[in-house]
């Protein structure tokens, strides 16, 4: 895989299946418009999948419950998303909606008729929405923002206290008009679903609706008619994905914890009962063994059991758990799909299931399960295998204290001996997986060997694996990296005298790490949207006044003893320093502040900033900075390995 081929990187998201019915969006990054365009698929049960819908940036598709209409966003040009609505059997596509910064995810009512969504609206005088005179003004115009609480922004979104995200409904049997909200502008809310007699939406919602600063969230109950909100259950931390099934029954997703220390806490899957007061919820899996990933997706009925994915040694597994189950370890719950995969999403329609998996050597395809069978009916990854794919080889390593750790490699083609790079993953608690990793591709075919961990911190080996460096960065995961690195030096076609290290975030942090201490092992590091000063972290990062906290501690002298930064002096090897301008979650005073120290301590060092991007660059920035940044890694490894 080259830099450009990020052009083929076609991934489908999450499906919608009705009957024979099954649509997905699919969305890749277009270059030359240096955006990413998509559009809904209908995928034949036979396997046969083609266009549906021909916008620029068709996605999110939901089917009405009786069949008849197909709900999704549009986006044009580089306008936000907009609702549209389109029935079944053909005909164009009707908009619902015009919202200055667009439209969420479509859940439609029991009644066919009523969709449910959430939209940030923003105060008169922001956002290009006119002020209350008519006035529109240009962002560096805008009043002044009061700012009285912590969590006031986030990264990739912006300021939240001047758009919140509020529920709206829907009817698509009457002509477009203005929309009102049902609910205020005092907290955000996310996560719309309907009760089964569609009288009422629950939505996830901060703790005490918004007066408490802390991530906490519970789940409240909003008449679809208007009306107050209503505490319905009270979670043990935080709620992430819902659904309710027709006995009343809320299943949900969250982790147990109590703020602020929230930190490498694994979610769980909930059950509570609706009823006059707020629900207390029990627990159907074990804490320790079991990793509920909610982004796949809601927990979603199959028969007797709830269907959820679980992230487990680095495959997204989709699970049985059964509705009576308490507190099931992991061996417990039977495997539907996603060994050596990761399912990315899911939906059950009857006894049917669609499934986005990806592989080694797929960014995702449909997969429909029957019973025991299951058929793959999509093959979006084929134009990125036949400019050529490089297999995942699994690695296990023991620490120096005699910890399993557990890892990749790959290699590039031929017999070498290749170039090595160590490459760290974000997070901490989060994993490589088994799908398709465009970076790693991307390196092995300009000759790379490159080395993947999951070292203590991670996700998915167990809670206490990724509570392991809970006031301990820089200890035990330093010595699974070097540990896993030195088992892949030890397979033949491998250069151990040309090793690079990189990775960003809490890789970029590690990256600095290695680089001061174990800069021995190393002939150059690249880090990028890294957190390298800790106390500095706390008073600028979006999330950095919990996180720090949680993770490292409120002492001075320990954020100190634990920030990369102090060790810079140490640092003897070529280093790049590589930043987004707009980065709110590790902000760009990270980088320059590392930059200023290595400059000043007569290192080779360089620092590269990319305008106009934040924190999730390499993943979802826009395609042409997408491919700079490649060309820019490829060059730096070509100068110093």
């Known amino acids: 895989m080259r830099p450009t081929d990020i052009d083929l990187l076609t991934t489908?998201?999450?499906?919608?299946?009705?009957?024979?019915?099954?649509?997905?969006?699919?969305?890749?990054?277009?270059?030359?418009?240096?955006?990413?365009?998509?559009?809904?698929?209908?995928?034949?049960?036979?396997?046969?999948?083609?266009?549906?819908?021909?916008?620029e940036r068709d996605s999110a598709p939901a089917v009405s419950p009786d069949g008849r209409w197909v709900a999704f966003l549009r986006a044009e040009a580089k306008a936000s998303p907009q609702l549209h609505v389109i029935a079944v059997d053909g005909g164009d596509a009707r908009r619902l909606t015009d919202l200055p910064l667009g439209a969420g995810q479509p859940v439609w009512a029991p009644d066919s008729r009523r969709i449910a969504f959430t939209a940030r609206i923003p105060e008169p005088g922001r956002y290009g929405v006119p002020t209350e005179d008519g006035e529109k003004l240009e962002p560096a115009e805008e009043a002044p923002r009061r700012i009285t609480r912590f969590d006031y922004r986030i990264d990739d979104i912006g300021f939240l206290r001047d758009r919140p995200e509020r529920l709206f409904v829907v009817d698509v049997t009457e002509p477009a008009g203005d929309l009102v909200p049902l609910t205020d502008d005092r907290v955000d809310v996310s996560g719309p679903v309907w009760t089964p007699d569609g009288e009422r939406i629950l939505v996830i919602a901060q703790r005490e609706w918004g007066a408490a600063e802390t991530e906490e969230t519970d789940l409240y109950a909003v008449p679809a008619g208007g009306g107050e909100p209503v505490l319905v259950v009270r979670s043990?931390?935080?709620?992430?994905?819902?659904?309710?099934?027709?006995?009343?029954?809320?299943?949900?997703?969250?982790?147990?914890?109590?703020?602020?220390?929230?930190?490498?806490?694994?979610?769980?899957?909930?059950?509570?009962?609706?009823?006059?007061?707020?629900?207390?919820?029990?627990?159907?899996?074990?804490?320790?063994?079991?990793?509920?990933?909610?982004?796949?997706?809601?927990?979603?009925v199959l028969g007797d059991q709830l269907l959820v994915a679980v992230l487990n040694r680095g495959a997204v597994e989709l699970r049985a758990v059964p509705r009576d189950a308490e507190e099931a370890p992991l061996d417990k719950l039977a495997v539907l799909a996603g060994e050596r995969a990761a399912v990315r999403?899911?939906?059950?329609?009857?006894?049917?299931?669609?499934?986005?998996?990806?592989?080694?050597?797929?960014?995702?395809?449909?997969?429909?399960?029957?019973?025991?069978?299951?058929?793959?009916?999509?093959?979006?990854?084929k134009p990125l295998r036949e400019r050529g794919i490089r297999p995942l080889e699994e690695l296990t390593a023991t620490a120096p204290d005699g910890y399993p750790v557990h890892g990749w490699l790959v290699r590039p083609e031929g017999e070498g001996p290749h170039p090595v790079l160590l490459v760290v993953h974000g997070g901490p608690f989060a994993a490589y997986d088994w799908g398709l990793f465009d970076e790693a591709q991307v390196y092995a075919a300009a000759g790379y060997a490159v080395v993947l961990g999951n070292p203590r911190g991670s996700a998915g080996y167990g809670q206490s694996h990724g509570r392991a460096i809970v006031r301990a960065f820089g200890?035990?995961?330093?010595?699974?990296?070097?540990?896993?690195?030195?088992?892949?030096?030890?397979?033949?076609?491998?250069?151990?005298?040309?090793?690079?290290?990189?990775?960003?975030?809490?890789?970029?942090?590690?990256?600095?790490?290695?680089?001061?201490?174990?800069?021995?092992?190393?002939?150059?590091?690249?880090?990028?949207?890294?957190?390298?000063?800790?106390?500095?972290?706390?008073?600028?990062?979006?999330?950095?006044?919990?996180?720090?906290?949680?993770?490292?501690?409120?002492?001075?002298?320990?954020?100190?003893?634990?920030?990369?930064?102090?060790?810079?002096?140490?640092?003897?090897?070529?280093?790049?320093?590589?930043?987004?301008?707009?980065?709110?979650?590790?902000?760009?005073?990270?980088?320059?502040?590392?930059?200023?120290?290595?400059?000043?301590?007569?290192?080779?060092?360089?620092?590269?900033?990319?305008?106009?991007?934040?924190?999730?660059?390499?993943?979802?920035?826009?395609?042409?900075?997408?491919?700079?940044?490649?060309?820019?890694?490829?060059?730096?490894?070509?100068?110093?390995?």
């Open 475 to 641: 200890t035990v995961d330093a010595d699974d990296l070097l540990a896993l690195l030195d088992s892949a030096l030890e397979r033949p076609g491998l250069d151990s005298s040309r090793v690079g290290v990189m990775g960003g975030s809490y890789g970029g942090f590690m990256t600095t790490w290695l680089a001061a201490h174990h800069g021995e092992r190393f002939r150059a590091a690249w880090s990028e949207r890294a957190v390298n000063a800790w106390d500095s972290m706390v008073g600028s990062s979006d999330i950095g006044w919990s996180f720090v906290d949680a993770y490292i501690g409120d002492d001075l002298q320990e954020q100190l003893n634990r920030s990369p930064l102090t060790y810079a002096d140490r640092i003897r090897i070529p280093f790049a320093v590589v930043h987004s301008e707009h980065d709110w979650r590790c902000p760009v005073e990270q980088a320059q502040r590392l930059y200023v120290a290595l400059k000043r301590a007569g290192a080779d060092v360089e620092m590269l900033l990319f305008p106009g991007e934040g924190h999730e660059l390499s993943r979802s920035g826009r395609p042409r900075h997408r491919i700079q940044r490649f060309e820019a890694v490829l060059g730096w490894w070509a100068r110093h390995l």
């Open 12 to 55: 489908p998201g999450a499906p919608a299946l009705h009957g024979d019915l099954l649509l997905t969006g699919v969305s890749a990054p277009h270059a030359e418009g240096n955006t990413y365009r998509g559009a809904l698929w209908r995928i034949g049960l036979d396997g046969e999948a083609r266009q549906w819908t021909h916008g």
């Open 236 to 300: 043990k931390g935080g709620v992430e994905n819902a659904a309710v099934t027709g006995d009343g029954t809320v299943w949900f997703i969250g982790a147990e914890y109590t703020w602020p220390y929230g930190e490498a806490r694994n979610p769980g899957l909930w059950a509570a009962k609706l009823s006059d007061e707020p629900a207390t919820p029990r627990r159907l899996t074990d804490a320790e063994t079991v990793h509920v990933v909610s982004g796949a997706g809601a927990p979603a």
């Open 345 to 381: 999403s899911f939906i059950v329609d009857g006894g049917r299931v669609a499934a986005v998996v990806a592989r080694p050597d797929s960014a995702g395809d449909v997969v429909l399960i029957e019973g025991d069978a299951q058929r793959t009916l999509t093959d979006f990854s």
